[in-house]
């Protein structure tokens, strides 16, 4: 069964570095979102993609995240600068379509630590 | 704005007896539902959904869900809970012409003891 994949597992960085968060959404999917779990809170939605631009974002994805789908396959996550705040648990997920049955189907997560 | 409630931080059942999950929504038009799961170390399985039709949906592993658009309400159940069903739930809700986005509900653990 396809899933959605995500690199690294885990990833610690220095606060005021840039990391990039990696997925590869299920192969023929159209729209690709990424999502955040602090922990112990909730999961929050930060944006979806599709057609190779932001179709939504929310108020957390400010102009320190950015999103790209350099090729075929991979939609990555890029926060320039990282703050302590930032520290999370990472999901990226992917549709088919933006149709009214359709389904999210996330990846395994990327723990970010921001020290 | 969309919102979910999910009442109970954890659930405990004995296996074999039947379950329930608590799901509550807020929104101003009408939803479409879902129910996932996570294991631990895991990311977010998919269950079932309610996008319209019938109340009573089933999903995956013998789970079930009914909407009920009076009570807003979107509970999880199970007949007859299995110990690997232990893990963490969520609800979620996408509201209707309003983007894709899905608003998550807090999460509950359920705790299945033989």
């Known amino acids: 069964e396809p899933e959605v994949t995500q690199t690294p597992s885990h990833q610690v960085t220095q606060m005021g570095q840039e990391v990039i968060l990696r997925c590869v959404p299920i192969?023929?999917?159209?729209?690709f979102y990424w999502y955040r779990q602090i922990l112990g809170q909730k999961v929050e939605f930060l944006v979806s993609?599709?057609?190779?631009?932001?179709?939504?974002k929310s108020e957390i994805f400010d102009d320190q995240f950015s999103v790209e789908r350099p090729d075929g396959s991979n939609f990555t996550l890029k926060i320039r600068s990282t703050k302590l705040e930032d520290s999370a648990m990472y999901f990226c997920a992917s549709s088919g379509s933006s149709g009214a049955v359709d389904t999210q189907y996330f990846g395994p997560g990327t723990r970010l630590t921001v020290l | 704005a969309q919102s979910v409630a999910q009442p109970e931080d954890q659930v405990n059942v004995a296996e074999g007896n039947p379950l329930t999950v608590k799901c509550t929504y807020s929104v101003s038009g009408n939803p479409y539902l879902f129910w996932y799961v996570q294991y631990p170390n895991r990311g977010l399985q998919f269950l079932l959904k309610?996008?319209?039709?019938?109340?009573l949906v089933k999903g995956s592993y013998g789970f079930e869900a009914e909407f009920n658009k009076s009570q807003t309400s979107f509970h999880l159940k199970k007949p007859s809970a299995l110990v690997s069903d232990s893990a963490l739930y969520f609800c979620a809700v996408r509201e209707r012409e309003k983007g894709n986005k899905l608003v998550f509900g807090a999460g509950t653990i359920l705790r299945v003891k033989s």
């Open positions: 192969s023929n999917h159209l729209y």
């Open positions: 309610y996008i319209t039709g019938d109340n």
């Open positions: 993609f599709y057609n190779n631009e932001i179709s939504e």
